[in-house]
């Protein structure tokens, strides 16, 4: 019985030798090295290797080694495997550190400031007080409730929507297509941190920026394919959209010429808000095997049906 890793091969040595420490008897492979396929019972990849279900014929539990199974062909897992996408608080906190540094840049002016100070310009703005500035958090799992838990502590004011109803102390919460309007017109700041599906695909549209305030900003922090880029370059001419703070694109990375690249009210950073981390990823992992073993359910299982 041995376990297969299959992403970036730095955190793979990484890996290796937390497994060593920690689970000394299950023997641990980087690909391409995978000793004997029939062997494999547990696989993390970012990408699976092609004809997986024939390489792998013993395999019991197919791991992402990131927080988004988007990118999956889940056709091509027969449906007996299950598939385990990462919860682990490494990606918590970079990315709890990521949309606060995006929110507060947005909320004290900085990309106005860094404007300024280029015209030579010294011109206060009024801060204004953090209660009145409305954040709106689109998807409100792992990462979504830990980016709002944050931002409360600034005292922003905190609005979430999710596919179904969510109760979260102290937040707004909306729940599916017939409430996102009024989750919108009730946002300054729009956080996106939803999975994509064949759903929320292009979700960030010209219909949804008309229903949020004059000026409003937006973080992407989903992925590229929530984002309809046109819509957006017309928001942003008429000022409907304000900023946007872009950590992922489609494609990735956008070609030399995109108009995001030089586009004075885009931020863009290439897919970096946050990372798994070897250290809690392992232990995420190791936790869900022995849950397997168990036969207890496992922590971030994919639901084909809705696919994340
Ligand atoms: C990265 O975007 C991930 O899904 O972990």
């Known amino acids: 019985m041995t376990f297969l890793y299959k992403a970036d091969p730095v955190r793979g040595a990484e890996w290796a030798r937390l497994f060593a420490q920690k689970a000394p008897d299950l023997p641990f492979h980087i690909w391409p090295e995978l000793g004997d396929p029939l062997a494999v019972r ?79 310009l010294w011109s206060p703005i009024r801060v204004r007080p953090v209660a009145s500035r409305r954040i709106g958090v689109l998807g409100l799992g792992a990462l979504g409730t830990a980016v709002i838990d944050r931002l409360q502590s600034f005292g922003f004011a905190c609005g979430g929507w999710s596919r179904s109803a969510h ?33 929320t695909r292009g979700m960030l549209d010209r219909v949804l920026f008309d229903a949020l305030p004059d000026g409003a900003a937006l973080i992407n922090v989903g992925r590229g394919g929530h984002l309809v880029q046109q819509d957006l370059l017309q928001a942003l001419d008429t000022g409907k959209i304000s900023t946007a703070i872009l950590d992922v694109a489609d494609p990735e990375p956008l070609p030399p010429d995109h108009p995001f690249w030089k586009h004075p009210r885009i931020m863009l950073t290439p897919h970096i808000a946050s990372m798994t981390q070897p250290e809690t990823a392992v232990d995420a992992v190791l936790a869900n095997i022995r849950r397997h073993r168990n036969g207890e359910p496992l922590i971030g299982l994919i639901d084909r049906s809705r696919g994340y």
Not at 175 to 196: H, K, S
């Open 42 to 120: 547990y696989l993390a990849a970012w990408e699976p290797p092609a004809a997986l279900a024939t390489t792998f014929p013993n395999l019991d539990v197919l791991f992402c080694t990131g927080a988004g199974v988007d990118h999956f062909d889940l056709s091509a897992v027969p449906a007996s495997i299950p598939v385990v996408r990462m919860i682990e608080p490494g990606i918590a906190a970079g990315m709890v550190e990521y949309v606060t540094l995006a929110v507060l840049a947005v909320h004290r002016d900085w990309f106005e400031y860094s404007r300024l100070q280029q015209q030579g």
């Open 167 to 199: 109760q979260l102390q102290g937040v707004d919460c909306y729940a599916g297509a017939e409430q996102l309007p009024a989750f919108l017109a009730r946002t300054d700041i729009l956080v996106c941190l939803l999975p994509l599906t064949d759903t």
